[in-house]
T-cell receptor, first 112, second 112 residues
């Protein structure tokens, strides 16, 4: 079963920051937080992942709380092409072959 | 390297027929995963290979389903005696050890 909870949907204005929350209160010490997104009719696309520290790449920033029970994915300047379903996943690296257990995700709609 | 490739992209079959899907992972990725996704749901894990060894199978993978990865490179997923409930998107992903997984575009199966 998925170990994360996300809001089912969110709206964001084009050009504004999109902040997508995720709760993972049962996360273990060796489990990473991964974010993927899925644009309609395409395969999921990797965005970012982290263990404890905040992370940033060319696509997004990931903020993980100190107790690691929740995180926020930030898209700094959302565009219409960021409209997608965003999945927050807790992944065990060293067991279970690194498989991803998807939840329902958050459907982000970026509006003009 | 063109990413994870899946063939065919779409398949329509009559109930009771057998179908086979192919996945070509990113070269030198020793992990390969199969997922199934139905409308409005997140992808569900089916099975996982490390090189040619099938290390885990979900209980979702009934006896009618079989997956192979004969030489540790490409993989096939076969469904025998298809049922309408098998209609879904079948996704393949590959990864190196302890790194993010990359997904293909999927094969959409429709059983009529």
């Amino acid at each position: 079963d998925a170990k994360t909870t996300q809001p089912p949907s969110m709206d964001c204005a084009e050009g504004r920051a999109a902040n997508l929350p995720c709760n993972h209160s049962t996360i273990s010490g060796n489990e990473y937080v991964y974010w993927y997104r899925q644009i309609h009719s395409q395969g999921p696309q990797y965005i970012i992942h982290g263990l404890k520290n905040n992370e940033t790449n060319e696509m997004a920033s990931l903020i993980i709380t100190e107790d690691r029970k929740s995180s926020t994915l930030i898209l700094p300047h959302a565009t219409l092409r960021d409209t997608a379903v965003y999945y927050c996943i807790v992944r065990v690296e060293y067991n279970q072959g690194g498989k991803l257990i998807f939840g329902q995700g958050t459907e982000l709609s970026v509006k003009p | 390297d063109t990413g994870v490739s899946q063939d065919p992209r779409h398949k329509i079959t009559k109930r009771g027929q057998n179908v086979t899907f192919r996945c070509d992972p990113i070269s030198e990725h020793n992990r390969l995963y199969w997922y199934r996704q139905t409308l409005g749901q997140g992808p569900e894990f089916l099975t996982y290979f490390q090189n040619e060894a099938q290390l885990e199978k979900s209980r979702l993978l009934s006896d009618r389903f079989s997956a192979e990865r004969p030489k540790g490179s490409f993989s096939t997923l076969e469904i025998q005696r298809t049922e309408q409930g098998d209609s879904a998107m079948y996704l393949c992903a590959s990864s190196p050890p302890y790194d993010e997984a990359f997904f293909g575009q999927g094969t959409r199966l429709t059983v009529v």
